[in-house]
């Protein structure tokens, strides 16, 4: 035999293995669910960015104060027993 067509023969053969391998890892993974499970997981990744850039914002926004009210006063006289005049 020609050493020509023993080497284009032998490169077919693991052409045709190759393939085969890569497609049996392919319908397995189908199997499994993993194009679901990537996309699962891109999706939750992309609502972690935006969970992290919403509670920024909402800390960045909010305000440290309420205004100029500085807490309650104890009131003077027991409203349930008079009430005060209009």
Same mark, same amino acid.
């Given at each position: 035999?020609?050493?020509?067509?023993?080497?284009?023969?032998?490169?077919?053969?693991?052409?045709?293995?190759?393939?085969?391998?890569?497609?049996?890892?392919?319908?397995?993974?189908?199997?499994?669910? #993993? +194009?679901? !499970?990537?996309?699962?997981?891109?999706?939750?990744?992309? /609502? *972690?960015?935006?969970?992290?850039?919403?509670?920024?914002?909402?800390?960045?926004?909010?305000?440290?104060?309420? #205004? +100029?009210? !500085?807490?309650?006063?104890?009131?003077?006289?027991?409203? /349930? *027993?008079?009430?005060?005049?209009?």
């Amino acid at each position: 035999m020609d050493i020509q067509k023993v080497t284009s023969g032998v490169t077919a053969a693991a052409v045709v293995g190759t393939g085969a391998f890569v497609g049996g890892n392919h319908q397995i993974d189908k199997m499994q669910g #993993g +194009p679901q !499970k990537r996309e699962d997981a891109q999706i939750e990744a992309i /609502r *972690q960015v935006v969970r992290e850039e919403i509670y920024i914002q909402l800390v960045n926004n909010w305000p440290k104060t309420s #205004g +100029p009210v !500085k807490g309650l006063t104890v009131p003077k006289q027991d409203y /349930r *027993q008079t009430t005060p005049q209009r």
